[in-house]
C-alpha cells in the first residue's frame, strides 16, 4: 500500500485520512497475519497538532487477549522448529521489506503520534536496521562446552522463552516496537507487541510488514488495547515466557509485580532525570548544540532526555544565555512539515502533567529565560488546540527544586551551576534515576573520571543522545534493570539449558554430585 500527504491546514483530517489508507476495514489488533477488530470499550484516537479525535477502535479485552496467546503459542511453536538460518533469512528479508516501507512507517508515525516526520523518517531507518542487525545473530546462538569431573561430555544450548511480551510507550512507538520484538524473534521467541493504546497505528503496521515479508502467522502480534484490560491479561497469563516494559517508573513497577507473582520474569527500561555536565574548558557552541538535542528533539518525551543541565560558574550566564538564543531558533510547528524540529505533546494528560510542573519549577524559585507564547503560525490555525509547549529553559533550578528529581518527559530543561567537579558528580547522581548523562569538557582524564563517577548505564562525553541497536542500552536504579540492545540481550530472551551426556557406557548414568 501507499500513503502519502502533505502539511495541512488540517491535521486532523490528514492523521483520519493516513490512517484510513493504511487500514481500509479499521484499525484493530494484529493476529494470526490479520486485522482482527475488538468487542470491548472504544479508545478515541486524539491528533497531538490540533487536540481532535481523528479515529476510534475496540479493545479487544479479554477474549481477545485470548486469542492473542492462542496464536503467539502456535506461532513460537512453528518458528522454535526453524533453525537459526532459517529465521535468520526470514528476519534479513523483514529488515528489507521495512526499509521499503520506510517513508510510509514515517508518515503513519507522524500523522498519529505528533512526531516531527524528519524524526521519524530516521526512526523508521532505524528499525530497518534492527531487523538487520538481529538477523546476523538469529544463526549464531552457541552454548558452552562444560569441563566436569567423570566421563561426561556436558554441554549448554540457549532455548527461547516462547512468547514474549512487549509493552511499548506512546512516545516512539514504531521505534520501541521494533527495538522489542528483532532480538526476541532473532532468538526464536514469538513476540506480542502491547502499543500505548493512545499510539497503536505504526506497530500494527509493522508486524503486517514483517508478516508479508515470510514472518509465519502469530510469531508478531500487536495488542493494540487498553492496558488494564488486555495488557494486564497478557502480562500476567502462564503461556507468557518474559514480559519487557518500557515507561514509567510506577506503571513498571506494577508490571513487574504483577507478572513476578505469576512467576514470569521482566525486563524494565523506566525513566530518567539525566544531568548534562559542561565544565569551563568545553567547547561551549557544541556543548550548547548538545544541550539543545538532549532536551528539545522529540518535544523531550524521551527517557534519555537531558532535563538537568549542570554549568561550571565561570561560564554559567554565558551558557545558558547561548542555549536559549538557540532554543529561540527551534522551529515548533506543524509535524508533517519537513522544517519542523519541534512538534507536540503526543497526549493530553502529558500535556497537563508538563505544564504542571513548568509551574512547579517557577514556584520553585527556577527563572524562565526562553519564550512561552506560541509561535503566530500556530495560534492563527487550526494548529492552535493542540499539545503545545514551547522549548523551556528555567535558571537557577537548585538542588531543593521539583524539577531537580521529577520527570518531566517535556521539551523542559532545568539549569543550575556548579563550582567543582565532586559537586558536579554528586548533583548528577542526586536521583533515584540512572540512565543516561554526559559531559562536556576538554580534559580527557576529568572525561573518563565522571563518566565513571555518574551513576548511568549510558553515558556520552562530548555528545548527547547517540544510541545504536548494537550497544547495551538500560539502566540503573529507578530507570530499569537488564539490558534491552546489544548482543548481550539475546541471552535476556533465552534460558541455559545443561545436557550431561555419559562417555562411557559402564558409568552410572547419574552425576557424582547431585543437587
Known amino acids: 500500500m501507499t500513503i502519502t500527504t502533505a502539511p495541512t491546514a488540517s491535521s486532523t483530517a490528514t492523521a483520519r485520512a493516513v490512517l484510513d489508507a493504511a487500514f481500509p476495514t479499521g484499525l484493530g489488533a494484529f493476529v494470526s497475519g490479520r486485522i482482527v477488530p475488538g468487542g470491548g470499550e472504544t479508545i478515541t484516537l486524539t491528533a497531538a497538532a490540533t ?70 523518517r530516521a526512526e523508521a531507518a532505524k528499525v530497518a536496521e534492527m531487523f ?54 532473532a532468538a526464536g521467541n514469538a513476540v506480542i507487541i502491547k502499543p500505548s493504546e493512545f499510539t497503536p497505528a505504526s506497530s500494527v503496521r509493522l508486524a503486517q510488514i514483517a508478516y508479508e515479508a515470510g514472518l509465519p502467522a502469530g510469531v508478531f502480534n500487536v495488542a493494540a488495547g487498553l492496558g488494564q484490560t488486555v495488557g494486564a491479561a497478557l502480562t500476567t497469563d502462564p503461556r507468557v515466557g518474559k514480559v519487557s516494559f518500557i515507561g514509567s517508573v510506577p506503571t513498571g513497577r506494577r508490571v513487574a509485580v504483577a507478572a513476578a507473582q505469576a512467576g514470569i520474569p521482566a525486563l524494565l527500561e523506566l525513566g530518567g532525570k539525566s544531568a548534562n555536565i559542561v565544565f569551563a574548558d568545553a567547547d561551549l557552541d557544541r556543548a550548547a548544540d548538545g544541550a539543545i538535542s538532549a532536551i528539545f528533539s522529540g518535544a523531550g518525551q524521551s527517557c534519555v532526555a537531558g532535563s538537568r543541565l549542570l554549568v561550571q560558574r565561570s561560564v554559567h550566564a554565558e551558557f545558558v544565555e547561548m542555549v536559549a538564543a538557540k532554543a529561540a531558533l527551534l522551529r515548533v510547528g506543524d509535524p508533517l512539515d519537513t522544517e519542523t524540529e519541534v512538534g507536540p505533546i503526543i497526549t493530553a494528560r502529558q500535556f497537563a502533567t508538563v505544564t504542571g510542573l513548568i509551574d512547579a519549577g517557577l514556584d520553585d524559585g527556577g527563572r524562565r529565560l526562553t519564550g512561552a507564547d506560541l509561535p503566530e503560525a500556530l495560534r492563527g490555525s487550526a494548529l492552535r488546540g493542540g499539545h503545545w509547549v514551547m522549548p523551556t529553559l528555567l535558571d537557577g533550578v537548585t538542588a531543593e527544586n521539583r524539577l531537580e528529581t521529577t520527570e518531566v518527559f517535556g521539551p523542559v530543561v532545568g539549569a543550575d551551576a556548579f563550582d567543582t567537579e565532586a559537586e558536579a558528580v554528586a548533583r548528577a547522581n542526586n536521583t533515584s534515576f540512572g540512565l543516561a548523562g554526559a559531559v562536556w569538557t576538554s580534559d580527557v582524564s576529568r572525561a573518563h573520571h565522571v563518566a565513571r563517577e555518574v551513576k548511568a548505564g549510558t553515558f556520552w562525553i562530548n555528545a548527547y543522545k547517540t544510541i545504536h541497536v548494537a550497544v547495551p542500552f538500560g539502566g540503573f536504579g529507578d530507570s530499569g534493570h537488564g539490558r534491552s540492545s546489544g548482543p548481550g540481550v539475546l541471552d535476556e530472551y533465552t534460558q541455559a539449558k545443561a545436557v550431561w551426556v555419559p562417555t562411557r557406557a559402564a558409568d552410572s548414568p547419574f552425576p557424582s554430585l547431585s543437587y
Open 132 to 185: 538487520g542487525y538481529y538477523s546476523g545473530w538469529a544463526d549464531k546462538l552457541t552454548g558452552q562446552t562444560i569441563p566436569v569431573p567423570g566421563n561426561w561430555h556436558t554441554y549448554t544450548e540457549r532455548v527461547p522463552w516462547g512468547v514474549v511480551v512487549a509493552i511499548t510507550p506512546w512516545n516512539a512507538p514504531l521505534f520501541t516496537a521494533g527495538w522489542n520484538s528483532a532480538a526476541p524473534l
Open 51 to 120: 487536540g481532535e479525535a481523528f479515529a476510534s477502535y475496540a479493545d479487544p479485552g479479554a477474549e481477545g487477549a485470548d486469542a492473542l496467546l492462542q496464536s503467539a503459542t502456535a506461532g513460537a511453536a512453528a518458528w522454535g522448529r526453524l533453525n537459526g538460518f532459517e529465521r535468520a533469512a526470514i528476519l534479513r528479508n523483514v529488515s528489507r521489506a521495512v526499509e521499503q516501507h520506510t517513508e510510509e512507517l514515517a508518515i503513519l508515525e507522524s500523522a498519529t503520534t505528533g512526531k516531527p516526520i524528519r524524526d521519524a
